[in-house]
DNA sequence: TGCTGTGAAACCGTTCACAGCT
DNA sequence: AGCTGTGAACGGTTTCACAGCA
């Protein structure tokens, strides 16, 4: 048995086939799957058994030799592994139709995360609510409110030329990491993560698929 | 001078290092540029000039030894490789949050695609317009009206369950290409390029890096 | 026997460094 | 002289294949 394995790396896109084992997993324990092996795992969801195990062996040994993985036991060690075994407190900047749509999703405030807050600059917005009732503020506020609220972390739902200014405000409330839809990308910032993730780029690949057939 | 060089990979990185490139030229153009070298581009947007050259050579040859990368030339090629040099159209499967903020969005309805329509379960919205006037219909239609609307690329925005039916219903209209948000993976559907994106994979890719530090 | 965990091999993408064109 | 385009070196990730444990 090995002290905790070695978590030198975890690139990417480990990062996101953790997500996708997370999700996987959730199913087989809805559907009342108590155990399962790795290339069952890689068979019903089309991944691969040998990556599987090594991207759980990058955390542990996770696993049970000749048995496989204890479906409940795999599902509480990943979220562990991604910290999501905690809430952690979310604002969005913008409540235009994106930010609200973030705000109200399910995904955005399932396990992990609580959406506590919408900023925007539209004196019309703010002090309203979204569908499933966040509070609207005044972005002027966001480095006091983000601090009170105890956000880790922001999204950026705004247009393109607030982006910058946005995310230093939220950085300067404390947050340490941000998500950014806004078509800019938002410079590095100290003890900050910043993820610039501009959605028209999933349109333009598939476009830039479309043209080379 | 080479005969259109070799597109044997194009990878998903590549492809997304063509669309921030993209955006970068875009920025320069407006700003009058009209010359750069690859150097000065990977130093200005942090970069890294080799990749570009290598990006780029891909594709044939774009610059001038000596010199660097004509601006508007450069920008046009880029939006030819991407096949944003015509205009694609684009459906919407559930006018949501989501799907309807897809439909108003700059991003969506910019240079190179169109969004022509929105489809919906509910009753109650279909008939319905999104801000900017995209009509609502009934998601029942999907087959018939998408493939008389010329769709190519389609985005799904519904529930998880409702998500691959809905798939297979844009292929069946003809659609070319896939978005999906839904947190399920749509399978691989034949002669359909099908992209799985679940937005809060990256959060939770956020809540990962920040669980280890 | 059956499966995990893991070194070793194969593969792929990135970076380097320079030949060659302008 | 300056910068592109590109073969070669490098580093990282994926896949293979098996030793070792239940």
Redesign the interface.
């Known amino acids: 048995m090995s002290e905790k394995g070695r978590?030198e790396s975890?690139s990417?896109a480990t990062?996101?086939r953790?997500?996708?084992l997370?999700?996987c997993v959730r199913t087989l324990d809805a559907a009342g799957v108590r155990t399962i092996s790795s290339s069952a795992l890689a068979e019903r969801?089309?991944l691969n058994s040998a990556q599987i195990r090594k991207d759980l062996a990058m955390f542990g040994e996770f696993g049970v030799r000749g048995v496989g993985y204890h479906v409940t036991e795999l599902m509480s060690r990943l979220k562990e592994?991604?910290?999501?075994d905690r809430t952690?407190v979310?604002v969005i900047v913008g409540a235009?139709?994106?930010g609200?749509?973030?705000a109200?999703?399910r995904?955005?405030n399932?396990e992990?995360?609580t959406v506590a807050a919408l900023f925007d600059v539209d004196g019309r917005k703010i002090g309203g609510r979204s569908?499933t009732v966040v509070l609207i503020r005044d972005a002027s506020g966001i480095p006091v409110d983000a601090q009170q609220i105890g956000a880790?972390?922001g999204i950026l739902a705004v247009p393109p030329d607030a982006a910058v200014a946005a995310a230093e405000a939220l950085a300067r409330g404390g947050v340490?990491?941000i998500?950014n839809f806004a078509?800019v990308?938002v410079?590095p910032i100290s003890d900050v993560?910043v993820?610039n993730?501009?959605?028209?780029?999933?349109?333009?690949?598939?476009?830039?698929?479309?043209?080379?057939?």
């Open positions: 978590i975890a990417e990062t996101l953790l997500s996708l997370l999700r969801f089309g592994v991604m910290g999501l952690r979310v235009g139709n994106l609200q749509a973030l109200d999703s995904n955005f399932g992990g995360f569908r880790e972390i340490r990491a998500l078509p990308t410079p993560i993820k993730m501009d959605l028209s780029f999933f349109l333009e690949g598939l476009s830039f698929q479309l043209a080379r057939m």
